[in-house]
């Protein structure tokens, strides 16, 4: 039994749909982020920045924070998403996601959609990264199935929740055919769905 330590946001998202994509037996305890329920000394133990998500993985007594390293112990266990043979190019994706695609898509959620005509240059800045994110990602999907090649990864897991955000990214996915296909695509999963909405409130993936 795996215990995800969640909230409602495209990180969280990310090992929910995981889970659901594994088909892990996991029970998920909600961290409320706006009452600072992150802060509290028993959470901070497992994840010591005080960040959702968290696991704990009650049957291999161990615990996890930073999703990226949470995909990979999943992935490493299931032996699914993670091509022995292919992880080189599975890891540049997944870290391009941690370091780059989900920080400044943050960033761009802060400004533009939090807390709009606050900073011109903190909105005209992470608007311009986020249509650079899409534009390089509809330009490398254009050669590439997937982020990392033929087959869907946990690299397309991380990175997908993201996207599923674009409505407030007012960029406009629809005109960007090859990410659009691939945000399709993963869209259709069963899996992605079922986590997509793992609090079971209805909640639906936002279409193109
Ligand atoms: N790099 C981290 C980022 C996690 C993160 O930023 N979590 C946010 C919610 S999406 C959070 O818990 N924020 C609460 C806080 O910083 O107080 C990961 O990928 O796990």
């Not at 969640?6 to 659901?20: D, F, R």
């Not at 997944?94 to 370091?99: F, I, K, N, R, V």
């Not at 033929?150 to 960007?176: C, E, M, Q, V």
């Not at 079922?194 to 609090?199: A, P, R």
């Amino acid at each position: 039994m795996i215990e995800l330590f969640y909230a409602n946001t495209p990180n969280g998202k990310k090992i929910s749909i995981m889970l659901e994509e594994i088909k892990f037996d996991y029970k998920i305890t909600e961290v409320n982020l706006l009452k600072g329920e992150q802060f509290k000394p028993a959470f901070r133990k497992i994840s010591p920045l005080s960040k959702i998500p968290a696991i704990t993985d009650h049957k291999n007594k161990v615990s996890f924070f930073q999703s990226g390293a949470i995909l990979i112990y999943l992935a490493e266990l299931s032996g699914k998403f993670y091509e022995a043979r292919n992880r080189n190019l599975i890891n540049q994706w997944l870290m391009a996601q941690m370091g780059d695609i989900g920080p400044m898509l943050g960033q761009h959620h802060q400004f533009h959609h939090y807390n709009p005509g606050k900073s011109n240059f903190g909105e005209e800045r992470y608007f311009n990264i986020a249509k650079r994110i899409y534009k390089d990602l509809d330009e490398h999907l254009s050669k590439s199935d997937y982020l990392a090649g033929k087959k869907y990864s946990i690299a397309d897991i991380a990175t997908f929740p993201w996207i599923a955000r674009h409505n407030w990214h007012d960029i406009g996915l629809k005109n960007f055919k090859n990410l659009c296909r691939w945000f399709s695509q993963i869209s259709e999963r069963e899996a992605v769905r079922k986590g997509y909405d793992c609090l079971n409130t209805g909640e639906t993936i936002p279409n193109p």
